[in-house]
């Protein structure tokens, strides 16, 4: 494979292409309402309109709109269709020449839509995943070839260091900066990890990018692998994904054929192979540390840092774990340069975030927005405020190792520390909204439990305490508490804090610790004098 | 997903010597040149093909890759997606995640356990159904969402969920079907 190869792929994809494209959302959203019906009733369509030469269906990945699915895009026209029915089908293609349309339609001026600003999510709902072409066609592999032929590897690191970005698997760590010390870290062998295993119930940001084009995750971890030397990658990605995982390993197969993973990448001395882990089943394995053990075939529990994974991870190696979305930023950036990147959001936190609205919102689904963004133009600007004229009440960023942001605070910038100045965290990306009916005391219960569950039991402050924190909220939400209960409470959430081992305990008590703080009232009145 | 209340009336799930499933999974170690790092995805394999990791395979599968069954056994239990335990000829899994929590999905999991008869995590008596509960299935952006025989559904209502749930139970059983 070489330059001119590349672009032959891209021209005969694009000869290939009918003029009209019906791009129907075959991600796991809209799978699962019957997606795959749609697309085969409507290529029926098609050919019973002998319109074959003219128009094409194409099953593409998400569109973000998932809440409103089945979604159907009719490209280069622009024109949304929601809530597609399979009987809908004939009538799609009829409204091409100008027949009505028995589907809903959807508004892409909505700022659902305008507001947005891919990066990540560039070829989500625009290209299949499961077909090579289509990426390269999109400009894909572009990077990783002008990595390794124009760049030294200490110029990429160079260049993602100034771009700013940081990690988007919860914690922010500057990327650019853990690259250089893989880099730079003794080893005879050296790997990149990508973790996907995105436990946070209410995120699925990284399986949507898994799902709807794994190529572009795969090229980043690619042009990392180039940077630091590494010449073996594995992606862990949960096993409830099984879409994600078929797409993903058919890439896998595609990206060997074209001789774009494997040896001598683009004629050079890259060597890179990517094999998937598939996780089963455990919270804790998103841990980076965990997740090393879990894909060494054990038992999933951290071990205290340092050493750090970029000194001694896999197999006592250096290694680089990143998440889905930080490799999925990386092709733009080669791409366009850290300086348009580092243009984007704010001082600290540069580029864009992808976040998952879910919970009491109108506008279900996966946004990805400029970073700074405030927390009311998303919930209400984007996700259009709460359904059936219910008040939005608070949301809750990063999942349980997050906190409850009320309303009151919504024109918080998002950003890394921002969002940590109100109690809270960036975590992944998940936005779960709650709306009046919701009791914020249950909400910590129900979050204490998931923690309760998911505490790997290696250390006793994680082990034991999530289980006195979940007994001391049944007995508030019981109405058996007494005030020396809630001190109890407050004290053991600090000793959670700040003794346990990993991230899971020292921020399991984040829930108790925000509702305590901004709901206190829900708390008095389920407390007995 | 743990199960417990086991029948003795079950599929057929234990593996004798010629059992084809055997060799497929033999094929999938040697793939991995018994690698002991491949034991999780030996594991994944396992309980596709048999439903659930009986403890002879669990030793068999610990002598192919050359480690001692306790560490086999320790991987099995840690990792919520392995089942010790028959799994029922149908299963229901119900997302109680956050996006689904707040959306109601505890109310799914009572009209469930209704239409069942057993509580989550568990398997009927006569071994055709199991009930389960799920940290998040990904598709928050249907919540709630359940899985019904492997199938995704998302917006589900309870009365739908009972509906579907006891026309499965009220049809015949593969074993039956078979004979
Ligand atoms: C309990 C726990 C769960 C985590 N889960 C994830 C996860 O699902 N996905 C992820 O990318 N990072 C997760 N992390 C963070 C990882 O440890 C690690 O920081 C991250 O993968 C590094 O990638 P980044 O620098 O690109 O963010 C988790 C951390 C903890 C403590
Ligand atoms: S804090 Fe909890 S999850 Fe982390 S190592 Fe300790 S027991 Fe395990
Ligand atoms: S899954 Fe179809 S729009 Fe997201
Ligand atoms: S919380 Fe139920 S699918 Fe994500």
Redesign the pocket.
Known sequence: MDLHELQQIARRERERRRRIRIHCCTSLGCHASNAIEIKRRLEEAVIAAGLEGEIEVAGVGCMGFCGHGPMVEIDPENILYEYVSPDDAPSIVASIHGGACTAGRGDKNHPFFARQYPIVRKNGGKIDPERIEEYIAAGGYRSLYRAINEMTPAEVIDEITRSGL????????P?GL?WATVAKSRGDRRFVVC??????PGAFM?RSVLESDPHLVLEGMSIAAYAVGADQGYVYVRGEYPLAIERLQKAINQAKKHSLLGSQIFDSALDFRVDIRVGAGA?????????IASIEGGRGQ?RPRPPYPAESGLWGKPTL???????ANIASIIERGSAWYSGIGTESSRGTKVFALTGKICNTGLVEVPMGMTLREIVEGLGGGAPDGGTVKAVQTGGP?GGCIPASLFDTPVDYESLAKVGSIMG?GGMVVMDEATNMVELAKFYMEFCMD?SCGKCIPCRVGTVQIYRLLEKITAGEATPADVDQLRALCQLVRDTSL???G??APNPVISTLKYFPEEYDALIKP | METSSVSPHMRDTSASINDNRLKILEATMKRNQYRPDALIEVLHKAQELFGFLSPTLLISVARSLHLPPSRVYGVATFYHFFSLAPQGEHTCTICLGTACYVRGANNLMVAAEGAIGVSAGKTTADGTFSLASARCLGACGIAPAVIVDGVVAGNVTPRDLSARLVALLASPSKDESRT
């Not at chain 1, 940081?166 to 760590?173: I, Q, S």
């Open positions: 940081r990690g988007r698997g919860g914690a922010g760590y990327t853990k973790n996907g295993d995105e436990g946070d990284d919270f804790v394995c998103g841990e980076e540390t965990a997740l951290p774990i990143n998440n889905v979305e930080t490799f190792s992944s998911e990993c991230g899971l020292q921020s």
